[in-house]
């Protein structure tokens, strides 16, 4: 078994089509417990219950955005050690260093790659076969 295949991955994007995109990406890496939220709301709800390894997460949502997710995430002592990628437009430097500080793990920028992809994870868990 791959490490991708004990990896949960959570995520959280309140585009559909980002969604779809995302997790065809993952289960091309080889991922296969994946779970999708629309906002950073419902995102936590979901790691409440039910803790993720990784959590990828888009900036700009209803609800509760990026930041205040990533905020609640790290804030939570169950869900603290989840590694974070943020999920971002090219060259939003201000937001992807007030996610750095605190406490996302990688960026992976849109429109991404799935070697990108791949790169921004591998950062975080190695490689992932």
Known sequence: MSIA???KVLIVDDQVTSRLLLGDALQQ???KQITAAGDGAQGMAIMTQQP???VISDFNMPKMDGIEFL???RSNPSTKKAA??????????????K???LGANNVLAKP?????????????FGALK
Not at 113 to 124: G, N, P, S
Request: glycine share 4%; proline share 0%.
């Open 99 to 101: 996610a750095a500080a």
């Open 5 to 7: 295949e004990k990896i």
């Open 71 to 73: 905020q609640a995430v």
């Open 52 to 54: 993720h390894h990784l």
């Open 112 to 124: 991404f790659t799935i070697e990108k992809m791949r790169a921004a994870i591998e950062a975080v």
């Open 29 to 31: 890496l080889g991922f």
């Open 84 to 97: 974070f990628i943020i999920l971002t437009a090219q060259g939003d430097r201000a937001l992807v260093q």
